[in-house]
Nanobody, 118 residues
Framework: QVQLVESGGGLVQAGGSLRLSCAASGRTFSSYAMGWFRQAPGKERELVAAISNGGSTAYVDFVKDRFTISRDNTMNTVYLHMNSLKPEDTAVYYC????????????WGQGTQVTVSS
């Protein structure tokens, strides 16, 4: 069982930056792949960025060169650094975890709101 708690959301002006954090419980954090998802009002939840248990990263096209996912296994934490934020980045951001041997995310945080004003 993994429990995830996000923090770091808030209100920021377009062009600004935020860093989201996701703290995980449990002693096996390093064996999990992690992802950041987001859901905007009226839209489906979508994957934004992912990081494997080995540190390999992947991004969707619309956040490449703006967002960076990283992890600190000593702190059981995954981060999402967001730069050059746009109003269309406004959403609830969720972190999620999956065992490295699976493709489905099993564990989810409660989400943190990110609002980007124009």
């Amino acid at each position: 069982q993994v429990q995830l708690v996000e923090s770091g959301g808030g209100l920021v002006q377009a062009g600004g930056s935020l860093r989201l954090s996701c703290a995980a419980s449990g002693r096996t954090f390093s064996s999990y792949a992690m992802g950041w998802f987001r859901q905007a009002p009226g839209k489906e939840r979508e994957l934004v960025a992912a990081i494997s248990n080995g540190g390999s990263t992947a991004y969707v096209d619309f956040v490449k060169d703006r967002f960076t996912i990283s992890r600190d296994n000593t702190m059981n934490t995954v981060y999402l650094h967001m730069n050059s934020l746009k109003p269309e980045d406004t959403a609830v951001y969720y972190c999620a975890a999956r065992p490295a041997t699976t493709t489905q995310y099993h564990y989810w945080g409660q989400g943190t709101q990110v609002t980007v004003s124009s």
